[in-house]
């Protein structure tokens, strides 16, 4: 059996780290925010190449505030993708902002710049490139358009801790960058988190009142705020694991190289990374018109694959009330019914991949 990803694994290999970790916390009693958190924060925004963190409960948390410290409210419309996880869309929601939605490049997943400028009115205030799969949206013209048009640039690096686009890390490029550590992220919690990153003080001291009920100094309510705030344990946790994240990285990268030079020539089509690009694998999917096969089959030898995500936002029936229709933004269309994720994570063995590509090739042969 290949599982598509192995958290009792990753946790073998540093259980006494993380063991230690947790009854430090258990002893220090510090369990919501606090100096584990503090640190974490510090340590993360520094390997994010930002100058401030804020830890909040989720990914989610971090893009809501985030667009609450950019001042984006009702009235306003916010730009973003519609092949990217529903959370991303209900943070603009809950702010009571309009989600605007503008397709993705095919090649890489990720928003394409050349359709953002005819997205803009007078009423948009931000815009969300995702970097969906841990590959960084192309940002350059994304920022060029924004500072243009005097729009804020949240970037939703919920899946690409330690990407990298032409030398800058994901989350240090836009004003806000927001991360997830889901357990399941390439740098998971053991339960939920998130952080905002920034370079700008302003938002940071506002992201950081919100997550902790809008206090400026305990009981002095400044804004209306949220219980959003970042476990000690998880911080603790989190600590731990970001030492071992590049080398993490680093063995996705070498699966994903694997997987490509077996893919080589075979017509399985995989992932286009641009040049100056450092992909982070949270994903790797190939493409394939028959993905419920492909599925099945790898599934019947044992090898779990995952989809992500099966159906785009704007076809989603909790936002329909957004008024977009089949057939409005057909490259995510195309994505959502084609794309299927392969086992991804940093203990897989190197011949685990090539038995897993092998599935794969012998899988699709027939119609390629
Ligand atoms: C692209 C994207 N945005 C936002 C989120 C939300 O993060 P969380 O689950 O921590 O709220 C996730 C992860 O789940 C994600 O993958």
């Not at 340590?43 to 990914?59: L, R």
């Not at 970042?230 to 071992?244: S, Y």
């Not at 080589?264 to 096969?293: F, K, L």
Request: net charge negative.
């Amino acid at each position: 059996m290949i599982p598509f990803v192995d958290l009792k694994a990753q946790y073998a290999s540093i259980k006494p780290e993380v063991d230690k970790a947790i009854l430090g916390v258990l002893e220090s009693c510090e369990f919501t925010l606090g100096s584990e958190v503090a640190a974490f924060e510090k340590e993360f925004a520094a390997y994010s190449g930002a100058g401030v963190g804020v830890g909040v409960n989720t990914g989610t948390s971090a893009i809501h505030l985030a667009l609450l410290a950019a001042d984006v409210g009702p009235g306003d419309e916010v730009i973003t993708v519609p092949f990217t996880f529903v959370a991303t869309v209900a943070a603009i929601h809950y702010t009571g902002a309009k989600t605007v939605f503008v397709d993705i490049d095919p090649r890489t997943f990720t928003m394409d710049p050349a359709l953002l400028e005819s997205a803009i009115t007078e009423r948009t205030k931000a815009i969300i490139p995702v970097h969906l799969y841990g590959q960084p949206a192309d940002m350059d013209p994304i920022l060029d358009i924004a500072r243009r048009h005097d729009l804020v640039v949240i970037e939703d690096a919920c899946q690409a801790h330690g990407a990298e686009y032409k030398g800058r890390r994901a989350g240090s490029m836009g004003d806000i960058g927001c991360f997830s550590f889901y357990p399941g992220k390439n740098l998971g919690a053991y339960g939920e988190g998130g952080m905002a990153v920034t370079n700008n003080a302003d938002y940071a001291r506002t992201i950081r009142m919100l997550r902790d009920w809008g206090a400026e100094t305990k009981y002095h309510h400044v804004l209306k705020g949220y219980n959003f705030r970042l476990e000690g344990l998880q911080g603790a946790v989190l600590r731990v694991k970001l030492r071992h994240l590049e080398a993490w990285t680093e063995a996705r990268r070498a699966h994903a190289a694997r997987y490509d030079r077996e893919f080589a020539g075979t017509g399985v089509p995989t992932p286009h990374v641009p040049p100056g690009v450092r992909h982070v694998y949270h994903i790797y999917a190939i493409r394939t018109s028959d993905r419920t096969t492909l599925q099945r089959t790898l599934q019947d030898q044992g090898i779990h694959t995952g989809i992500h995500y099966p159906f785009p936002v704007h076809l989603l029936p909790a936002y329909a009330d957004l008024g977009y229709r089949a057939g409005a933004f057909r490259h995510s269309e195309q994505a959502a019914n084609e794309t299927l994720s392969l086992p991804m994570f940093a203990e897989l063995a190197p011949s685990q991949c090539s038995q897993v590509a092998d599935a794969v090739v012998r899988a699709m042969k027939p119609r390629t």
